[in-house]
């Protein structure tokens, strides 16, 4: 079966392995997910991830029994991508949380790009 968007796909699997309380969770792997995946892990959102041969295995991260990450939001669809100037980049929650971006030197963290002057295509908020 194909996946119109696999970067929102990804998410959802994390988001419905914390509510089950799951370790761990299988992801097909690409090169976006595994760049959005180590901004992630930097930022304490998840414990690990693992490349395998065809899955990335994420460590899901837990503070007791409550999941690290309290939300995902994917911004960009297919249908309606969205672009962010440097000084529109999201400060999400009041900085609690984060935003990735897509930029034209790579998959980044917003404060990242608003340091490197970057705007770009914005994918995810996690908070």
């Not at 529109?88 to 984060?98: A, T, Y």
Request: with cysteine; aromatic share 4%; hydrophobic share 45%.
């Amino acid at each position: 079966m194909s996946v119109v968007d696999p970067i929102a796909d990804m998410l959802t699997r994390i988001r419905n392995a914390h509510m089950a309380l799951h370790k761990e969770v299988l992801v097909p792997a690409s090169k976006n997910k595994l760049a959005i995946l180590k901004i992630m892990a930097e930022e304490g959102f998840i414990k690990d991830f693992q490349a395998e041969e065809r899955n990335i295995r994420v460590a899901l991260k837990y503070s007791g029994s409550r999941p690290v990450i309290k939300g995902l939001r994917k911004i960009s669809k297919p249908g309606r991508k969205v672009y962010v100037p440097v000084d529109k980049i999201p400060l999400v929650r009041n900085g609690l949380g984060m935003c990735i971006m897509s930029t034209s030197r790579g998959v980044m963290h917003g404060i990242e790009a608003r340091k490197q002057n970057l705007g770009g295509e914005l994918i995810c908020e996690i908070w």
